[in-house]
């Protein structure tokens, strides 16, 4: 992977501008991936299902086994649910 300029952060809460995007979409796991090549779309990644309830509810069902580095153990609901309110509001 390369960037385009030298990385600031790579905290996906407060990532300063594309070379961030660039590598946390090659590093981090995310419930769903946007398709490459000809067509416009995307497919399921960490999620094994996913539905989107209303403008601000998505439900999902992981994937199981996705797991952190350094023993930190399975990836849960819950964690992702944590990176979204803390990125919605970092304080």
């Known amino acids: 992977m390369r960037a385009s ?3 600031q952060v790579l905290d996906p809460a407060h990532r ?18 946007y398709r490459t090549g000809d067509e416009w779309g995307w497919r399921l990644g960490a999620a094994a299902a ?3 309830l209303s403008p601000t509810e998505v439900r999902f069902r992981l994937r199981p086994g ?11 609901a819950d964690d992702v649910k944590f990176s979204f309110e803390r990125i919605a509001d970092p304080a």
Do not use: N, Y
């Open 5 to 7: 300029a030298d990385l």
């Open 16 to 33: 300063k501008g594309q070379p961030e995007g660039d590598i946390l979409r090659c590093v981090f796991s995310r419930l769903i991936e």
């Open 50 to 52: 996913i539905e989107q």
């Open 66 to 76: 996705i797991l952190f580095t350094g023993g930190f153990g399975e990836m849960t």
